[in-house]
């Protein structure tokens, strides 16, 4: 009997976290990974887009700058926020919750590049294989939709909505290249370096 009190305790407990968020989250590190892998990321998209606009030079140096580069930048970025964050955790029931779904999202990520990178390659289409940022967005979309809907903040909101217009938007241009490939850039920009940027900034919890 006393178990059973105590664990329906902590269910209160953790429902009311999820409700109030009385318990400051830690998100520093996931902040500034955001921030920097949407900042350099929809940077190289955004570059591949110019390029295949015509707008840059078509050559193979630029294209291996472009495309390794970004790469490089965001290794060293990575490790040095892993070294700085290494003992920080998000706290609360609703910063644990938020942040599993996140991590959900990962796993999520992997299961859908085999599924979809074994389909694009069985039937050698590169537009099966574009399918897969479109549907990468929609779970961030997803993801920031649930952080709405824990948090009630919205701004949470307004980047689900980013996430999943940038979706539809790439999946209406997978035929044009470029477009495609600059609507993914500037998704990457606004729905992932700048809310990044504003939770370094404190502007959510």
């Avoid at 389909?119 to 549907?135: D, G, K, N, T, Y």
Wanted: hydrophobic letters at 55%; a positive charge; aromatic letters at 12%.
């Amino acid at each position: 009997m006393t178990q059973d009190v105590q664990s329906a305790r902590d269910d209160l407990a953790f429902l009311r976290g999820l409700v109030d968020g009385g318990e400051p989250l830690r998100f520093r590190g996931f902040a500034e990974t955001y921030f920097a892998a949407g900042l350099i990321y929809g940077g190289q998209m955004v570059l591949h887009a110019v390029q295949a606009l015509g707008l840059l030079p078509q050559d193979g140096l630029t294209g291996l700058v472009i495309g390794v580069g970004p790469t490089a930048v965001f290794a060293v970025a990575l490790t040095w926020i892993l070294l700085r964050n290494r003992h920080l955790a998000p706290r609360g029931a609703a910063g644990r919750a938020v942040g599993g779904v996140f991590s959900a999202m990962g796993l999520a990520n992997l299961a859908l590049l085999l599924v979809i990178g074994w389909q694009a390659l069985r039937m050698h289409s590169i537009e099966v294989w574009l399918i897969f940022p479109c549907a990468v967005f929609v779970l961030q979309g997803t993801a920031w939709f649930f952080a709405w809907t824990m948090r009630r903040r919205g701004w949470h909101g307004l980047v689900a909505g980013g996430w999943y217009a940038a979706a539809v938007a790439m999946a209406l241009t997978i035929d044009k290249p470029g477009w495609f490939i600059l609507f993914g850039g500037l998704g990457l920009w606004l729905c992932m370096a700048l809310p990044g940027w504003a939770l370094l900034r404190g502007q959510a919890d």
